[in-house]
């Protein structure tokens, strides 16, 4: 799901229940907010192969909420707001609790948190100071029990339990799991997933060894033909546009976040560095020559992604006590 023109929110979910075998089985829950309906697929798991077969459950369709009435304007459906993380709603009179969202679900609820208040995070924090102020001591040491070599890293579950335990019992409810979901997310160390611009090198110049490309100097004129001023720099629009036009055999994406990377000076590239960066002739880099290399971005998102075993507690610890 690439771009948020999906507007589809997906959960795991499971059916409450006391049945020991019922309680194993987890399902997939989509809620499309085009409409507000809501489609189930069961999940066959396997655990030997580390896999999943879905299989459908409930056509998508509208879900009144429980206490409706079907003869009256009082009937009330399911809307975006009620899909979060901890919460339970009830399809065919069974309960069933989401218990964790993917990705793009929290993404989209981040970016639109106007609508989604547990995905709020000035809201969250906010509502947070009022009873962690006079609380922080305890909840330091708390953090700190779970962190013996003073990285300043903890676990979300473990961030997340001292919260519930510190937090007072009569308020608990106003903070499910996906609104200690967001804070983590907030604090959570990032890591680079992205390609780096030696990794780019080599899955560029493999792809021009691969399909017998040798024509550089070509490529430098046409460059120099688009560079009116003789400078020897062109920008990264005018530079992915002169090398599509020569047809430059590589994959769009992998040409896209080459130029990306490619340093800059005042945000225009020295093409000549470029062209000899991908010259496999007389810059060889380390590729394997025998297998075709390609590359599929996501350009919706950052190449970075959240670590909910690195929460940041200090980072958080210093924000709520800041006024």
């Given at each position: 799901?690439?771009?948020?023109?999906?507007?589809?929110?997906?959960?795991?979910?499971?059916?409450?229940?006391?049945?020991?075998?019922?309680?194993?089985?987890?399902?997939?829950?989509?809620?499309?907010?085009?409409?507000?309906?809501?489609?189930?697929?069961g999940l066959d798991l396997d655990h030997q192969n580390k896999s999943a077969m879905e299989h459908a459950h409930l056509k998508r369709m509208k879900v009144v909420k429980p206490h409706s009435t079907y003869w009256n304007s009082g009937r009330n459906f399911y809307e975006p707001v009620d899909?979060?993380?901890?919460?339970?709603?009830?399809?065919?009179?069974?309960?069933?609790?989401?218990?964790?969202?993917?990705?793009?679900?929290?993404?989209?609820?981040?970016?639109?948190?106007?609508?989604?208040?547990?995905?709020?995070?000035?809201?969250?924090m906010t509502e947070l100071k009022e009873w962690i102020t006079p609380k922080c001591g305890s909840l330091k040491s708390g953090f700190e029990k779970f962190d013996p070599c003073k990285t300043g890293f903890i676990a979300y579950e473990n961030f997340r339990n001292v919260l519930y335990e510190?937090?007072?019992?009569?308020?608990?409810?106003?903070?499910?799991?996906?609104?200690?979901?967001?804070?983590?997310?907030?604090?959570?160390?990032?890591?680079?997933?992205?390609?780096?611009?030696?990794?780019?090198?080599?899955?560029?110049?493999?792809?021009?060894?691969?399909?017998?490309?040798?024509?550089?100097?070509?490529?430098?004129?046409?460059?120099?033909?688009?560079?009116?001023?003789?400078?020897?720099?062109?920008?990264?629009?005018?530079?992915?546009?002169?090398?599509?036009?020569?047809?430059?055999?590589?994959?769009?994406?992998?040409?896209?976040?080459?130029?990306?990377?490619?340093?800059?000076?005042?945000?225009?590239?020295?093409?000549?560095?470029?062209?000899?960066?991908?010259?496999?002739?007389?810059?060889?880099?380390?590729?394997?020559?025998?297998?075709?290399?390609?590359?599929?971005?996501?350009?919706?998102?950052?190449?970075?992604?959240?670590?909910?075993?690195?929460?940041?507690?200090?980072?958080?610890?210093?924000?709520?006590?800041?006024?």
């Amino acid at each position: 799901r690439s771009g948020y023109n999906v507007r589809q929110l997906k959960f795991l979910a499971r059916v409450i229940t006391e049945d020991p075998v019922e309680k194993l089985h987890r399902f997939v829950v989509c809620f499309f907010m085009e409409d507000d309906t809501l489609a189930i697929r069961g999940l066959d798991l396997d655990h030997q192969n580390k896999s999943a077969m879905e299989h459908a459950h409930l056509k998508r369709m509208k879900v009144v909420k429980p206490h409706s009435t079907y003869w009256n304007s009082g009937r009330n459906f399911y809307e975006p707001v009620d899909m979060y993380v901890g919460s339970v709603i009830y399809i065919r009179g069974k309960p069933f609790e989401l218990l964790e969202a993917d990705e793009y679900t929290y993404d989209y609820m981040e970016q639109h948190c106007d609508k989604f208040p547990l995905a709020n995070i000035r809201k969250i924090m906010t509502e947070l100071k009022e009873w962690i102020t006079p609380k922080c001591g305890s909840l330091k040491s708390g953090f700190e029990k779970f962190d013996p070599c003073k990285t300043g890293f903890i676990a979300y579950e473990n961030f997340r339990n001292v919260l519930y335990e510190e937090m007072p019992s009569e308020i608990q409810s106003q903070y499910p799991e996906h609104a200690l979901k967001t804070v983590a997310r907030y604090y959570a160390y990032e890591k680079y997933t992205g390609l780096c611009l030696d990794e780019l090198i080599s899955k560029a110049q493999s792809e021009l060894y691969r399909k017998k490309f040798y024509d550089f100097e070509d490529l430098k004129l046409a460059f120099k033909i688009h560079d009116s001023g003789k400078s020897g720099y062109l920008d990264p629009d005018r530079t992915y546009y002169v090398m599509r036009t020569t047809s430059i055999p590589l994959d769009r994406d992998l040409l896209k976040s080459f130029i990306h990377k490619f340093p800059k000076k005042d945000n225009k590239i020295n093409y000549s560095d470029l062209v000899n960066n991908l010259n496999w002739l007389e810059n060889p880099a380390e590729f394997d020559k025998g297998e075709p290399q390609a590359i599929q971005i996501n350009w919706e998102r950052n190449e970075t992604e959240r670590d909910l075993e690195k929460i940041k507690y200090n980072c958080f610890m210093m924000d709520i006590v800041s006024s």
